[in-house]
């Protein structure tokens, strides 16, 4: 009963890190994305890159961006063990999560609110309001559907109270791996889609992963080799896209008639590395938490 109290105590600073952080970090992304600053309230349906070219901002906002994430990854990856002690934190956490991603996928006008924003790589600083836009941008990518189903799917794996036999350190690995090709396979299916199919397929790659961060049955290992892979690409997206600006400078660029499609497009293509590396954390710290092996339980295998 105590844990239970105190898993309900710890839900909403969880909840909230959970949210703001990677909302936080795809607004760094965000800043990097977009050459060009604008002030605030600027009409983004039309607008004039010389008059703001004195604006752009070298600031590395890869690297604020990549802790952001990193943040979310520890806190939501300690939720995902935290099944173990206790599945309410998992629940509290996910199903609000969860919720907002499923509405946002099935209902994409709740998001159309970026036309209102301008490119945010400029010299001024952004409140936390300005957070919002990351939000838009993770709920339209489908982050936030995958965390929350995930979160959800980990508490739900983790109700089982009874110990049961855990499979030995060596069998993870290829467990890890098909679920790894698994859940990448439902993400890349789900990510053009942006209907109820994609909704559906989201949710199964989240259900997926949380499995492997919380069973009780799979060993650490299953959610290393499914994590690191992820977190490492992840990682490498936020740090190394010059390529990457380089392309959609060429396919989507910025100019006198860019719109919020425009932004929409460059973010698919650039701000996937957010999601990785938030996910593929969550799975490395989910692995590595001490309380990973319950008591009473025995490797089998």
Do not use: C
Not at 56 to 61: A, F, G, L, N, V
Not at 162 to 170: D, E, F, N
Not at 178 to 186: D, E, F, P, Q
């Amino acid at each position: 009963m105590v844990r239970h109290l105190v898993a309900v105590a710890l839900a909403l600073p969880a909840l909230v890190l959970a949210w703001y952080a990677p909302a936080r970090g795809q607004l760094n992304l965000y800043r990097k994305m977009t050459p060009q600053a604008l002030p605030s309230g600027a009409d983004i349906e039309h607008f004039d890159v010389g008059s703001v070219a004195g604006q752009i901002s070298t600031h590395p906002w890869e690297w604020d961006a990549l802790f952001m994430f990193l943040v979310a990854a520890v806190v939501v990856g300690l939720v995902l063990a935290a099944g173990r002690l206790s599945p309410v934190l998992g629940l509290l956490v996910g199903l609000p999560i969860a919720g907002a991603g499923l509405t946002a996928q099935l209902f994409p006008d709740t998001s159309r609110a970026i036309a209102e924003y301008p490119p945010a790589n400029g010299a001024g600083e952004m409140g936390l309001g300005d957070s919002d836009l990351g939000a838009r941008l993770l709920l339209d990518g489908g982050v936030y559907l995958l965390l929350g189903a995930a979160l959800t799917a980990g508490a739900l794996t983790a109700l089982r109270a009874r110990p049961v036999r855990t499979l030995r350190w060596w069998a993870g690995i290829p467990v890890g791996l098909v679920g790894l090709v698994v859940a990448w396979g439902l993400f890349l299916g789900a990510v053009p889609l942006g209907d109820v199919a994609g909704a559906l397929l989201l949710t199964a790659a989240g259900v997926v992963l949380g499995y492997l961060a919380s069973s009780r049955r799979l060993p650490r290992t299953a959610a290393l080799v499914a994590g690191l892979p992820i977190l490492m690409l992840g990682v490498r997206e936020i740090l190394h896209m010059t390529g990457e600006l380089w392309l959609a400078d060429l396919l989507f660029p910025l100019d006198l008639t860019s719109s919020s499609t425009t932004l929409l497009l460059r973010d698919a293509l650039l701000g996937g590395g957010g999601g990785f590396t938030l996910m593929g954390g969550a799975l490395v710290v989910a692995a590595l938490a001490p309380w990973r092996r319950a008591p009473g339980l025995r490797p089998v295998g």
